[in-house]
């Protein structure tokens, strides 16, 4: 056990959090994201939802300030008619942990978010989030 560390972070977690240097990026999945096929690490927390393990990982990650929009969405495919109100949720947490609030955010296209997970995530943490498209490529900034 240690302290300030929130128990949603796993041991294996919190492991991989420290490994990774500015400029390495994480997703986390909803319940439906092919994470064993794009990730090259994956971390299972299921029965966990997205906002939970994304308001514990900001406790502890700093987004990049070097960029404009270290927090990528992935966009709704066009013509599939689904609302997307989970993103009002992630916007309030990244705005209690970095003053720039939504303007950190981006959306990209699915097929692009599965690449750049493929290519450039250090790790995918798959979740039991039912919410559609609620997935989300943080990107790390420096600790100061």
């Known amino acids: 056990m240690l302290k300030g560390i929130p128990s949603i972070i796993s041991p294996e977690l919190l492991k991989i959090l420290c ?7 994480l997703t986390i999945g909803d319940g439906n994201f092919p994470g064993h096929t794009y990730g090259k690490k994956v971390i299972r927390l299921d ?4 906002p939970e393990i994304l308001d514990a990982i900001l406790q502890l990650f700093p987004l990049d300030t070097y960029v404009d929009h270290p927090v990528t969405l992935m966009g709704v495919v066009p013509g599939d008619d689904v609302k997307t109100p989970i993103w009002d ?5 990244v705005a209690k942990h970095d003053e720039r609030g939504a303007a950190c955010f981006e959306e990209i296209d699915k097929w692009e978010f599965y690449d750049r997970t493929k290519n450039h995530s250090s790790v995918v943490i798959m979740t039991g989030e039912s919410e559609l498209y609620a997935n989300i490529i943080l990107k790390k900034g420096v600790v100061k």
């Open 19 to 25: 490994e990774m240097g500015h400029t390495d990026e």
């Open 47 to 50: 029965g966990h939802g997205v």
């Open 89 to 93: 949720k992630y916007k309030e947490i």
